[in-house]
């Protein structure tokens, strides 16, 4: 787990739930983009307080853990990702699509970040140990979002136990700030690709 998690339970708040537009920028993109965010943004509207859930990728089942909510997202919006967060890294990387990033980068301004768009998946390992024998060592997955319209913050939705949203920790699937990780941190920020077959051919 999230070495959030430590922190009591009574301090999580439920995660935020915003509209598509209160994006910025959000009219401009095509169609498929503004259609997964927007099935990633109505599945949080639509199913009340969604929890982490260790295991789960149905809301049926009050909540999802973090590759469950993209496995769910993703195939409401047509798109057949692997069910783990390390098997929707290698789906992306497979189609040519990892943009990597790692230790080095430590602000959302660098260069690296010019090809993330709405929609990408962004990676994480390091937030707690993997005992699956998955073939790379990726432990949380969430989608960006995009800029908020009101300030500009970077925005992306996933399920978490213990990320923030304007400077309160959250417990379930939802809206989050998008940050890389602090100094110290145990966990690094790999890197982010599109969802094969959410862009068409050109």
């Known amino acids: 787990m999230l070495s959030a998690c430590l922190v009591s339970a009574a301090e999580y708040a439920r995660p935020a739930v915003i509209k598509l537009d209160d ?8 169609a498929n983009r503004r259609k997964l965010i927007g ?20 809301p049926k089942r009050g909540g999802f ?19 783990s967060s390390a098997a929707q890294y290698l789906w992306i990387k497979k189609a040519g699509g990892i943009t990597e990033v790692g230790k080095a980068v430590t602000t959302l301004d660098d260069p690296l970040f010019d090809k993330l768009e709405p929609g990408d998946l962004l990676f994480w390992n390091g937030t707690y140990r993997p005992r699956d024998g998955r073939k ?4 949380h997955v969430s989608m960006y979002l995009g800029k908020a319209k009101a300030d500009g913050r970077q925005l992306m939705i996933g399920s978490s136990k213990g990320r923030s949203y304007r400077g309160k920790r959250q417990n379930g699937y939802g809206v989050f700030d ?3 990780p602090s100094k110290g941190s145990r966990s690094t920020f790999v890197g982010y690709g599109t969802p094969p077959g959410l862009v068409a051919a050109e």
């Open 23 to 30: 994006l910025a920028g959000v009219k401009s993109l095509d």
């Open 39 to 58: 099935n990633a943004l109505t599945t949080a509207r639509n199913h009340g307080w969604l929890k982490y859930q260790f295991g789960s990728a149905d």
């Open 65 to 83: 853990d973090c590759s469950g909510a993209m496995y769910y997202v993703l195939n409401e919006s047509g798109l057949k990702p692997g069910r």
């Open 136 to 139: 790379v060592p990726i432990t």
């Open 178 to 180: 998008f940050r890389l």
